[in-house]
């Protein structure tokens, strides 16, 4: 199978290339290679070095292609609205211009890195309501350390619960809302060409090669940077946000099970590890790691995020057979005692 990997040069893209190489396949890597995210240019002999909105460098990269894996994207809660237009100039027009090179050249199936940041604030249920969907959270509430979203039709406490695919999607920032371009686009694409399309939706994904030194890093690069400096990690909030953290390697297999698979014309995933942890799980994991410092609570907080998001993975492990081998501890571990982990 010959391949055209999009940021493959990219945190999960070096894992994914790894994979697909030790499988056997051909790959072309299609990589911009932003300063704000690659530090040096990395040692991959079928590199180009192209922006995936250059639909010439994307046209001649896909001759020959029979799958096309997208992972190219900008990515993270973003700084401020500053921000915006490259989300939507990476993320949407970015995936646009690839999308229309693929139906160009007439390459039938397409993988597509999403996100579960689609589903915003996730679910919840309210013991008198049932299934709700919350607002945005409101500034003062956060100000006044009131973190948890109540229900919008008797104001009580929800209890957060895991997101299947095809729950309502609503994203809350910029990032979110250029990926669920991303997946429309990618549904459009797949309705007007005869393709098929797989929308991974990624969890919090960590492991080796995590960026360094940049804003729009994952939470785990971050706690780590400030472990590696011998500073204790500053949890945001009140460090009990609910999340999935799911190992590189883990999502590298997803995404080549998803290259290979026979699906429908959309099929969309969730792809974590199957375990909820809390903020302040993972930064107390990595504190202990890293022999450094316990993590410091600060009450801070960031507009964009959202409180919990935990999502089932069960469809993916029934039908195309993906399993997770890393839980967080050994993870954490491996990560920790990696050079340049």
């Known amino acids: 199978m010959k391949v055209l990997l999009t940021g493959g040069a990219g945190f999960i893209g070096r894992h994914v290339h790894s994979q697909l190489v030790a499988e056997g396949h051909e790959v072309t890597v299609l990589d911009s290679l932003r300063p704000d995210v690659h530090g ?83 679910r919840y249920e309210c013991t008198e309501h049932g299934v709700v969907a919350p607002g945005p959270r409101r500034i003062r509430d956060l100000e006044a350390g009131h973190f948890e979203p109540p229900c919008p039709r008797c104001g009580t406490f929800l209890r957060p619960g895991l997101v299947e695919e095809d729950a309502r999607l609503d994203p809350r920032n910029a990032y979110a809302a250029s990926k669920l371009t991303g997946e429309h686009l990618a549904a459009s694409w797949a309705r007007e060409t005869g393709g098929r399309v797989v929308a991974l939706r990624f969890h919090n994904v960590y492991g080796p090669g995590m960026p360094r030194n940049t804003p729009y890093a994952g939470v785990a690069a971050l706690f780590r940077s400030w472990l590696e400096r011998g500073e204790a990690p500053q949890v945001f909030e009140d460090g009990r946000q609910r999340r999935d953290f799911v190992h590189v390697r883990d999502v590298a297999a997803a995404v080549t099970l998803a290259a290979s698979a026979d699906h429908p014309q959309f099929a969309a995933y969730n792809v974590g590890s199957g375990t909820v942890h809390t903020i302040a799980d993972l930064a107390t994991e990595l504190s202990h790691a890293y022999g450094g410092p316990d993590p410091v609570i600060t009450g801070r907080f960031r507009l964009g995020d959202v409180r919990h998001i935990t999502a089932s993975s069960d469809r993916i492990k029934a039908e195309l057979g993906w399993k997770p081998a890393y839980d967080l501890s050994t993870g954490v571990a491996e990560l920790a005692g990696s050079a340049g982990g």
């Open 40 to 122: 040096h240019r990395p040692d991959l002999d079928d590199l180009v070095v192209a922006d995936v909105r250059d639909a010439g460098a994307v046209a001649a990269a896909l001759d020959g292609v029979d799958v096309v894996i997208h992972l190219a994207a900008k990515v993270g809660l973003g700084v401020d609205l500053d921000d915006i237009d490259d989300y939507v100039g990476s993320n949407g027009l970015g995936t646009a211009v690839l999308l229309r090179q693929v139906g160009h050249a007439k390459v039938g199936h397409l993988v597509y890195a999403s996100s579960m940041v689609v589903y915003g604030e996730g």
